[in-house]
């Protein structure tokens, strides 16, 4: 990372609605329950707003926006502060409240609620209010300035349909600033990040698959302020798409109103990136890359994105069932060369507290910095010193991820790190029984995939693969088919940045 530049640095974390800091220090004494009406109170709890109120259960369902279900009784109504999405106080002394209200284990939709103080105190009220939002955004930045794309050619092609229903509420009830395109075709994605104005933005938003996650990143290692770009400006996935892989991992949910309010609530999150080149071309690569099995069951199942996520479990059967193999030979630079090794160093970071704030150092506004060089250089240098190609005559899976979660049901890396600098590497042999086949996409389901004795499981930094006997074949980085041809990749820890739950790990069942 380019050096520091003191005190003029751009805080990522910059909060443009924190002036209400001065009201609490001149309120200290902030009770935590405010009045609002003889027979009505609103709360600060633990970890939740308690709305108190007598006449709710009078009033009915609708009033002020409560519903009166799942675990609240008649007159009270607990709000986590994970939902709140904004407050604020009018003139008149009203304090109104907007939160996302929970329909359905996969639905929310912004309600308000909204009382008038017995007592009118604007001062009070406005920092009681401000003490709700810290307790709502915690080390969150509020109101982000969010540059939203849409492609309305990925999945099923709803993605517009899907951000107007059950995103843009979300956003504009938490008071986001947004600037909303829509992608016309194919590396779009990579043109709008190489021009944007990143200071005009705190995240790039993509109601897509993992494509234009894919192309934004690609577009901001082009700029010759990558690592600016890079760090600055977070890339987020609203799922909109047959591959949603980066919102499972970094939100724990495929639901687009659910992804919008973690979008709302994320933390900033370095995550690593690796450069793949293949002949004269390099590229950044924030999901995986495969050859073999995987590679096939994603590419060659394209005329079945109508079956959505289920056309990967689909492929991967019927390809498993025909004991395919994949022959290559391999170079491998390890850091973790066994299944213990990658448990202890995954088990050790799980046990770190959740990280609130980025620690890294941006580069200064206009200053060159491009992507890092290549440690290890291309694939057309010679093989690295300490390296050694090793062949793979019946290889039927070679899988790099940087997430955990491919799909869903598909936890295929459960020790991966966002920025541990490394890649998760599984190898398969193609020669399996059909039996032990099966029970190994069952065993991926049931989360004992790691534990198998047959799944050759490490941490690697780089490698090179060079496929052989084939003429031709199946080659995926982040899900888009490249040339069947040899290529080489290493991490890069800390290039990119993602918007977390937690700041440090993957919403995924870790090992």
Same mark, same amino acid.
């Given at each position: 990372?380019?050096?520091?530049?003191?005190?003029?640095?751009?805080?990522? $974390?910059?909060?443009?609605?924190?002036?209400?800091?001065?009201?609490?220090?001149?309120? !200290?004494? *902030?009770?935590?329950?405010?009045?609002?009406?003889?027979?009505?109170?609103?709360?600060?709890?633990?970890? !939740?707003?308690?709305?108190?109120?007598?006449?709710?259960?009078?009033?009915?369902?609708?009033?002020?926006?409560?519903?009166?279900?799942?675990?609240?009784?008649?007159?009270?109504?607990?709000?986590?502060? /994970?939902? *709140?999405?904004?407050?604020?106080?009018?003139?008149?002394?009203?304090?109104?409240?907007?939160?996302?209200?929970?329909?359905?284990?996969?639905?929310?939709?912004?309600?308000?609620?909204?009382?008038?103080?017995?007592?009118?105190?604007?001062?009070?009220?406005?920092?009681?209010?401000?003490?709700?939002?810290?307790?709502? /955004?915690?080390?969150?930045?509020?109101?982000?300035?969010?540059?939203? #794309?849409?492609?309305? $050619?990925?999945?099923?092609?709803?993605?517009?349909?899907?951000?107007?229903?059950?995103?843009?509420?979300?956003?504009?009830?938490?008071?986001?600033?947004?600037?909303?395109?829509?992608?016309?075709?194919?590396?779009?994605?990579?043109?709008?990040?190489?021009?944007?104005?990143?200071?005009?933005?705190?995240?790039?938003?993509?109601?897509?698959?993992?494509?234009?996650?894919?192309?934004?990143?690609?577009?901001?290692?082009?700029?010759?302020?990558?690592?600016?770009?890079?760090?600055?400006?977070?890339?987020?996935? #609203?799922?909109?798409?047959?591959?949603?892989?980066?919102?499972?991992?970094?939100?724990?949910?495929?639901?687009?109103?659910?992804?919008?309010?973690?979008?709302?609530?994320?933390?900033?999150?370095?995550?690593?990136?690796?450069?793949?080149?293949?002949?004269? =071309?390099?590229?950044?690569?924030?999901?995986?890359?495969?050859?073999?099995?995987?590679?096939?069951?994603?590419?060659?199942?394209?005329?079945? =994105?109508?079956?959505?996520?289920?056309? $990967?479990?689909?492929?991967?059967?019927? =390809?498993?069932?025909?004991?395919?193999?994949?022959?290559?030979?391999?170079?491998?630079?390890?850091?973790?060369?066994?299944?213990?090794?990658?448990?202890?160093?995954?088990?050790?970071?799980?046990?770190?507290?959740?990280?609130?704030?980025?620690?890294?150092?941006?580069?200064?506004?206009?200053?060159?910095?491009?992507?890092?060089?290549?440690?290890?250089?291309?694939?057309?240098?010679?093989?690295?010193?300490?390296?050694?190609?090793?062949?793979?005559?019946?290889?039927?899976?070679?899988?790099?991820?940087?997430?955990?979660?491919?799909?869903?049901?598909?936890?295929?890396?459960?020790?991966?790190?966002?920025?541990?600098?490394?890649?998760?590497?599984?190898?398969?042999?193609?020669?399996?029984?059909?039996?032990?086949?099966?029970?190994?996409?069952?065993?991926?389901?049931?989360?004992? $995939?790691?534990?198998?004795?047959?799944?050759?499981?490490?941490?690697?930094?780089?490698?090179?693969?060079?496929?052989?006997?084939?003429?031709?074949?199946?080659?995926?980085?982040?899900?888009?088919?490249?040339?069947?041809?040899?290529?080489?990749?290493?991490?890069?820890?800390? #290039?990119?940045?993602?918007?977390?739950?937690?700041?440090? #790990?993957?919403?995924?069942?870790?090992?």
């Amino acid at each position: 990372m380019a050096d520091g530049v003191g005190e003029d640095a751009i805080d990522p $974390f910059r909060d443009p609605s924190m002036a209400g800091n001065a009201i609490n220090a001149a309120r !200290a004494d *902030v009770p935590a329950t405010l009045a609002v009406g003889r027979d009505a109170s609103l709360t600060l709890g633990t970890d !939740a707003l308690i709305v108190l109120d007598e006449l709710l259960e009078s009033k009915g369902a609708g009033c002020c926006g409560i519903s009166l279900g799942g675990g609240n009784n008649k007159t009270t109504r607990s709000i986590p502060f /994970y939902n *709140v999405l904004w407050a604020k106080t009018a003139e008149d002394g009203e304090v109104i409240i907007h939160h996302a209200h929970v329909v359905s284990k996969q639905v929310v939709r912004p309600q308000i609620i909204s009382y008038k103080l017995e007592k009118s105190d604007n001062d009070l009220a406005a920092a009681w209010v401000e003490r709700l939002l810290e307790k709502a /955004y915690g080390a969150s930045q509020r109101q982000k300035r969010i540059k939203v #794309l849409i492609n309305p $050619f990925g999945g099923q092609g709803k993605a517009s349909q899907m951000y107007h229903k059950q995103i843009a509420p979300i956003f504009a009830a938490a008071r986001c600033e947004l600037d909303v395109e829509s992608t016309t075709h194919n590396g779009h994605g990579i043109e709008i990040a190489q021009n944007l104005d990143i200071e005009k933005f705190d995240v790039v938003a993509c109601c897509s698959g993992d494509g234009i996650p894919h192309e934004v990143w690609n577009g901001f290692g082009k700029r010759e302020d990558a690592r600016r770009a890079l760090v600055k400006v977070a890339v987020a996935q #609203l799922p909109c798409g047959s591959g949603n892989a980066l919102c499972l991992n970094s939100n724990g949910t495929d639901s687009p109103s659910l992804a919008a309010l973690a979008v709302v609530k994320g933390l900033r999150t370095p995550l690593g990136l690796a450069s793949v080149t293949q002949g004269d =071309r390099r590229m950044l690569s924030f999901l995986s890359q495969s050859a073999g099995i995987v590679a096939e069951t994603d590419l060659a199942t394209e005329h079945l =994105r109508w079956m959505g996520s289920a056309r $990967f479990t689909y492929g991967f059967l019927v =390809r498993l069932l025909k004991k395919a193999v994949y022959p290559a030979d391999i170079a491998i630079k390890v850091e973790y060369d066994n299944k213990e090794a990658v448990r202890a160093a995954y088990r050790a970071e799980a046990a770190n507290p959740t990280r609130t704030h980025d620690e890294r150092t941006l580069p200064a506004p206009g200053q060159a910095c491009a992507i890092p060089p290549l440690k290890y250089g291309t694939i057309n240098d010679p093989l690295p010193d300490g390296w050694e190609l090793v062949p793979h005559d019946q290889l039927g899976n070679f899988y790099a991820g940087n997430l955990a979660y491919m799909s869903p049901d598909a936890n295929f890396f459960p020790a991966a790190l966002p920025d541990d600098g490394c890649l998760d590497l599984i190898r398969i042999k193609g020669t399996l029984p059909r039996t032990k086949s099966i029970a190994t996409l069952l065993a991926i389901e049931q989360h004992t $995939f790691f534990d198998l004795p047959h799944v050759d499981y490490q941490k690697i930094s780089a490698y090179r693969i060079i496929p052989k006997n084939q003429k031709e074949g199946y080659i995926s980085v982040d899900g888009e088919r490249i040339p069947f041809q040899p290529f080489q990749v290493e991490m890069h820890k800390e #290039l990119g940045t993602v918007l977390s739950k937690n700041g440090h #790990l993957f919403e995924a069942r870790g090992v």
